[in-house]
Every structure is written in C-alpha cells, then in structure tokens.
C-alpha cells in the first residue's frame, strides 16, 4: 500500500525533472516562475491620493494574488508617519514620494536606507491658489478667446506677492513635505517666475531662508481645509485635491507639473533596503503585480473610468468619483468650465513611465542640493552613486523578463537595454534641458539657487 | 400611568423633537461638502454601511474559496509543498471597525483596572503609599490623550520590535495603553476612598480576631469597598471610550476613531453623513458600556 505514493511521488519528481529541463532548453526563466517566496503576506501604506491607484488595481485585479501575495492595503495618516512605518518593519512596502527613498538614504530628514524598484507614474499634480489670489492674479493674465492663455508663469503671481509684500502681509503656500516632488515643482515654478522660494539651512529645516513666499507642509487632504480657512493662499499637491477646491469653490487650479514639466516622474514604490535584501523573490513578485496594474490602466479608457470608480470607494481615496475622474480620465478641470484636454496628465505605463530610471533620481538630487536641503557641493559621480544606491532595475527587469515569458507584457513595453538615463530631457516651462550626466552643469543654468560649492 | 409617560413617552418625545430640530437646521449650514446631512441621510448611509459589510464578508469568503483551491493545486503540484492559509486582505468594514475599537479599549480598561485596584487598595490601607503617591497622582491624571500618545507611540516602537506577522498590532498596543494612562485614575482614586472608608468597627474586629493580612484585604477591605472600586471603573471605562477615539485617530489603530479621521480626508458628499453615523455609533456604545457596568456593580453589590 505504502509503496503506491512513493512510485506516484518519483514519477512527478521525474516530470518535474523533464519540465525543468525543457524549460531551460527553451531559456524560460524557469527559477523565476517556481521562485519560492520568502513571505507571502505583506502590508502596503498609501496616502489618499489618484496615483496610489496602480496598488489599488493591482490588488482588485487581483494580480497580487496571482503572484501569490496576499496584499492588505492601507492608508497612512501622513508622508511622514508613512516612511516610518516602512521604517521600522509595520509596513512590508509603500507607495512613496519619490524624494523620500532618495532623502532617507542620504540622510535628509530621517536617515536609514529605503530603495525602490518601480516607479508608479508621471505627472499628476497641480498649484492652486485661492479665490482672492485668482482675483488679482486675472487682472494680469493674458487672454486668449475668453480663457486665460496656458501655461501661466508665476511671473503674474510675482505681481500679487509684490501686492502682499506692499501690504505688509506674508504670502504662504502649502505642499506636501519636504521631500515632496510637489516641493520642487512648486519651487521651480516660483523660481522660474523670480519668484525665491527660500532656501534649506541647518539652521532653518522648514526651508524659508531668504523666501518671498513662506512654503510650509500640509498633509495632502487637509489642503483644501487649511486653504479655505485661509492659513495658506495656495499650493502645490496632487490629486484629487485640486479638483476638490473645483469643486468646492474654494481655489483655483492654475498649472498642472505637466506643464512645469513634461512627462516628470512622480511616486514611487518604495521599501527598506533590509526588506529587499531578504525578501528578493517577493520584492520581484510585487513588482511584477505593479507592472501589470499600470499596464492595465493605460491600456483603454474604460479601464480609467473602472479605475476611477475603484479608488472613489472610501478606503481607497474616497473622494466623489466626478472630482477623481477630472483628472484622471484625460481632462483636467481649471477655473470652473475652464475644462481642457490633457491626455498625458496622468501616466501609470506609457513612456516607459514604471522602469526606474538613474535619471530622474538625479533630477531630484540636483533639486535637493538647489535648495540647500543638501548643504555642500558633490562632484557628478557622487549622483549616480547615489541613484545606484537606491533605485534598483535589476529587480524590475526580472520581473519584466518573468512577465515576457508567462506572456502577460510583450518585451517591446519595457527598455531592456536601458543604460539607466530617459536622455537630454527638455520639456521645462523654463526652456532649459537637464542632462542627468552632468548635474553641476545643470545647476548652473538656474538664476535662482545653489551652485558649485555655495553655501545658503 | 404617569411612571410610563415619564419613562418611555417623555424621552420619546425629546428625540423626535430633537430629530425634527436637526433635520430643520442641518439644511441651512452650507459647508465645502454640501449641506449638514439631516436624519434621513444618515440613516441612509448607515444603512450603506451596513450593506458595505456583507458585500465585504461575501467577498472574504470567495477569498477563502480561491485560496483553497490555490493551496490544492500546490499540493496537487508537489505534495510536499509548503501551503499557508493566509488571513483576509479586505478592508475592515464599520462593524469590523467597531469590534476593534471594543476590543482595544477593554483591553486598556482590563490593564487599567489592574494596575489600579491593587494600588489603590494600598494606598488606602497605608497613610506612607498614599503620602507618596498622591502627588503624582494629582500631576498625571489631568494629562489629555494627546500628550501621551506620542510618547507612548516611541515608546512601544523601541520596546516592541516584531516582524510581520505580530501578536498584536503597534498602533492597536499605543491605543490600548494611551486609554490605560487615561483611565487608570478613576479608578485609582475611588478604590483608595473606598479602602479609607471601610467602617472601623470591621478594622478593628480583624484586629482582635488577628486575622492575617490578605484575608483581611479578602474578607473586609475589598467586600466593603466594592461599590466605590466599581463607581471608579464605571468612570475609567467612559474615560477610556473618549480617550480611544482620540487616540486611534492618531495612531491609526483601525476602528472608530480611525474611520472618523478617514471619512473627513476623504472629502466625498458622503463624508459627513457617514462620520455622524460614527458619532451616533460612538455615543450609543458608550451608553451601553455604561449601563453594563451600571448593571455589574448593582449585582456586585447586592450580595
């Protein structure tokens, strides 16, 4: 009797033999696919913004599970209790600001190393400014049929802080941490239009050194609040929390980063180095799930409008699904009715959007070190060191070749021969280029900001 | 007659007075999210909170379903493979919401008691533990929620260092500790009155009869203190109700407080509704809890 299991057990050991062997005949990644998984349940945070939506699909597609992984996904108070959390192990992984990895790794801020190997999406945030500041902001606008002429430079605002200055009252803006890609954004806007955004000190960490307009961190759903109680006159965050003060007539949007600059890289999903290096499989497994949920959400606009409906369910991002799908169904609502097209606003796959570029986290050392949040000069090399410390393509590509091979993505979806850097990018409202290979070059060109070895 | 006017009529009244006030005030405040929802749509949210939860539980239990046949199908693979029986991703519903809230604040409450029945009986038997801890007692008790849970929350993350798949939740351990610290001192206080009060004549007979001391604590001190020990946990434990939302707010444990904070970032024309369907919950809660310990201590004292 006993013997019966045992032959039934050495025939599919056999099997699984000659499976492994055709397998590796064919050069399938047959590790990849039986890769066993060194934890299976994990924890994810967000905050409740649009682009946490790649987390959301990936698990209500269910592709998590098909990895195996039982995800738990979960909303996070803040930026700050979220990249803690990740910290100290309460959370498996999260989605993340993209200076945060990079911040945290060099020491800005909390200091231990966090790493990522996928990019959740471009574009996707917006500045507004409250009802009053529209106001005298229109009396300098260009027009064109009836509309303000897009995109607006902050050389109008200058008009109204000067205003405000006359006045003897200071002019204070949000955004969303320190960190934050919306802190640069902002900045370079501001900057772009003279406008000084101040500057990052050891002595003053809230980065409002030599400032014409007072920046001060909000957490993303508080902004329509603080702003309508009056404590800021505007700011910089990403959606839905523009489209809210649409909606709430509260503000007005006036640039999107699409137009500060174009197709620029946001969010990030980000883990602990610790976690990544003992969980290698699992770290590729996730990936692979978020892979195919920014596949899914470029593919047609009826997935959009599926997306849309998913996260405006309370424990996703909760807002009304009109205000979500403003931005995210290819049309981005300024002045009430001032409705315009923007197909690209958001992008979770197109553009190679997801691989982990060297470059954009260049982009984002360069602006730390603008303004002064790291306080010395660093030769070009100490960059890509840095970027190779934190962003990882070797996991994504692992995870792209498994798709390729199990059919579910098609090679051509993906930049296999990348040599880490998108190019001369151009693109900025400014008209300047940025070339990640030479970042001190780059910080030179600005008329606003640190340079060379200047201390603030 | 009268008797049933007064306590079933009369507050009948006051409620659909009341009702009738909310609805015919609530539409004239205009907020960033609409109008102040009447009685009608928070009862209509309620009742999608409701809905919300068995949607949720059907879907557990298809997720239970494809599990198992996930686990089968390793098994049938490789008979040696390694299968787990993971626990339900989905979100918590209101009702899971609730039950956690319960859950973290008996547990605060269950420490709280205690710590401070025992101190509390030593500090009235012993004019020296009372002298030295009244002090601190008097600088502690007046701390607001707010103050301790930062503290607690680094301390617990120093202290509790787990990985993955813990026995307890950081953020449900800082609730359940932070409604602890707040709600000791009800308790604390009145259990040290009771003890002081406890009739000499009794004192003095278990002197005579040279009883030893934890009989006497058994037999005399907590017997005729009980009343005042359960006045105090009957206030601890309202304590620690308000205190747990405050708290859970914050550290993000998942119930009552957390699913208020939530529904006010999310924004949605629902949002209000849904919170005041929270404070309804919370207040009918709270109002139970207390007629349960009402219930305990008049059975307690009774015999």
Redesign the interface.
Known sequence: MSRI?AAG?RR?FLR?IGALAGASALGLPAHAQKARLE???LKFGFI?LTDMVPLAIA?EKKFF?DE?L????????NWK?LLDRVI???L?GAHMLAGQPLGATIGVGTKSPVVTAFSMDLNGNGITVSNEVWREMQKHLPMAGGRPVHPIKADVLKKVVDKFKAEGRQFKMGMVFTLSTHNYELRYWLAAGGIHPGFYTAADSNGQSGADVLISVT?P??M??TL?SGTIHGYCVGEPWNQ?AVA???GVPVITDYQIWKNNPEKVFGVNRAWADKYPNTHVAVVKALIRAGKWLDASMANRVEAVKII?R??Y????EE?IGNSMTGTYEFEKGDKRPMPDFNVFFRHYATYPYYSDAIWYLTQMRRWGQIPEGKPDAWYLDVAKQVYLPDVYLKAARALVAEGKAAAADFPMKSDGYRGVQDGFIDGLKFDARKPNDYLKQFRIGLQGGEAA | MRAAVLSLGVPMAAIALFLVIWAASAARVQTSLGTVPGPVQVFVQAKALLEDHLLERSKQAEFYQRQAERNAKLLAEDARAEVRIHRWTGKATFLDQIFTSLKTVFTGFLIASLVAVPLGILCGLSKVIQAALNPLIQVFRPVSPLAWLPIVTLIVSALYVTTGDALFQKSFLVSAITVTLCSLWPTLINTAVGVTSVDRDLLNVSRVLQLPWTTKVRRIVVPSALPYIFTGMRLSLGVGWMVLIAAEMLAQNPGLGKFVWDEFQNGSQESLSRIMVAVLAIGLIGFLLDRMMLGLQQLVTRQ
């Not at chain 1, 039982?70 to 108070?77: C, D, G, I, K």
């Not at chain 1, 991002?317 to 009304?320: C, F």
């Open positions: 299991p057990n599919k699984s934890k299976e349940a409740k698990y599970e195996g039982f995800v738990t996904l979960e909303a996070q108070a209790v100290d192990g309460q498996d957490p759903p508080q329509p609040a309508e809210q709430k007539g509260i405006s309370p424990n991002v909760g807002a009304s205000v």
